[in-house]
């Protein structure tokens, strides 16, 4: 890739433009990709959460306080699990969400689509340079006092 400008140009770059930008181009590009199974990106966290919590699922509060993170309020996370139940890839049993087969099937297939998008979100970045990148993004997140939560 050739940059637009000399490094010397870039430094004076804005952080906040471009943050924004590869913000956007990444997210719109997965919320494509997901659009093609039926899937927002809320839903596809919480099948990713029901999943993670094995045998047992989990309970809608769990849901909400793992992905609490990502949306300024779990109460965005209703509807969406409310559809993935109407939609049958969602079960309850004694107040726990649970995957049922075709949940499953569509999850495991969305996840392979995921790591397709993923490879070519990082092609032609060294995974010394993507660490990189997340270490000064999250020192400028700490240096003006910022929130982010991720693990």
Not at 3 to 20: A, F, K, N, V
Not at 22 to 27: D, L, R, S
Not at 59 to 84: K, N
Not at 110 to 133: F, K, N, S
């Amino acid at each position: 890739m050739e940059y637009s400008h000399s490094d010397t140009e870039l430094i004076r770059q804005p952080i906040g433009y471009w943050s924004w930008a590869a913000h956007e181009a990444v997210v719109t590009y997965i919320r494509e990709g997901l659009s093609e199974f039926g899937l927002s990106q809320p839903a596809w966290w919480i099948l990713n959460q029901v999943r993670d919590g094995g045998e047992d699922g989990r309970t809608r509060d769990e849901v909400r306080a793992v992905l609490q993170g990502y949306l300024d309020t779990g109460a965005a996370l209703e509807p969406e699990m409310d559809a993935l139940l109407d939609r049958g890839l969602l079960t309850t049993t004694a107040q726990r969400l649970h995957l049922t087969p075709e949940g499953r099937a569509l999850r495991d297939r969305a996840a392979q689509r995921q790591l397709t998008m993923r490879e070519r979100i990082h092609d032609g970045i060294p995974d010394e340079d993507y660490v990189a990148t997340l270490k000064v993004l999250q020192r400028m997140i700490h240096n003006t006092n910022g929130k982010a939560w991720h693990h």
